[in-house]
């Protein structure tokens, strides 16, 4: 079965530091992925989608980048965090030839002080 | 631009009620809508729904989806406390990426 696993679940960073959030899919092979960010009380709100290796789409202009170094990696980075980067980061994958269905890993809650 | 808009924003009902909840779209290349119930962390998935009029029902919950009107309801009965949750109205689109367009949610506490 396919597992989507997030690291690390907690993060709390000083304003101007880096980050580096990890996904990685385990059980199945080219999948589409998606990271999201959620603010508190809020939707999700698409950050990147990736459907292939070295393949990123930006949804929105932000302080953020991706990558998909692997088939089943997909890392959030920012160079220098902003007040604003707080929220609970999602990713989430789609086997394309399937389903609809987005599934989610655990979330990272970050916390930008 | 496109959007996906849930009402309410927040609901509290007490345990046994029964509740529905809202969501209205406009999206260029409309595929499926989907629901999510998040609680803690992850959201997880509830119904796709592709064609109009067509109920989808998994125990209480249940949800039909209504395009000419671009919408969609959800309905909770019998709430219990675990009920208590964020629900999630998402669109998919016609694309290759497969992108969803979610809803801000409808917060829902089921009181005792």
């Known amino acids: 079965s396919q597992t989507i696993h997030q690291w690390p679940a907690t993060l709390v960073q000083p304003v101007g530091s880096p980050l580096s959030l990890e996904c990685t899919v385990e059980?199945?092979?080219?999948?589409?992925l998606y990271w999201y960010r959620q603010a508190a009380g809020r939707g999700l709100q698409l950050l990147f989608y990736?459907?292939?290796?070295?393949?990123i789409s930006s949804e929105v202009p932000q302080n953020l980048s991706a990558s998909r170094p692997q088939d089943r990696q997909f890392i959030l980075s920012s160079k220098k965090l902003l007040l604003s980067d707080s929220g609970f980061y999602l990713c989430?994958?789609?086997?394309?030839?399937?389903?609809?269905?987005?599934?989610f890993g655990p979330g990272t809650r970050l916390t930008v002080l | 631009e496109d959007k996906v808009v849930q009402s309410p924003l927040s609901l509290v009902v007490h345990e046994g009620d029964t509740v529905t909840l809202n969501c209205s779209y406009e999206?260029?290349?409309?595929?499926?809508l989907l629901w999510y119930k998040q609680e803690k962390k992850a959201p997880t998935f509830l119904f796709m729904l592709?064609?109009?009029?067509i109920e989808k029902k998994s125990g209480r919950l249940s949800s039909i989806l209504d395009k000419k009107e671009l919408s969609s309801i959800l309905n909770i009965t019998a709430t219990q406390t675990g009920d208590s949750a964020i629900y999630l109205c998402?669109?998919?689109?016609?694309?290759?990426?497969?992108?969803?367009?979610f809803g801000s949610g409808t917060r829902l506490s089921i009181r005792p």
């Open positions: 592709t064609s109009s009029g």
């Open positions: 059980g199945t092979s080219n999948p589409n």
């Open positions: 998402a669109i998919r689109e016609y694309s290759s990426a497969s992108k969803i367009i």
């Open positions: 989430a994958w789609r086997d394309r030839t399937s389903t609809d269905t987005q599934y």
């Open positions: 999206v260029t290349n409309f595929r499926s």
């Open positions: 990736s459907v292939g290796i070295g393949q």
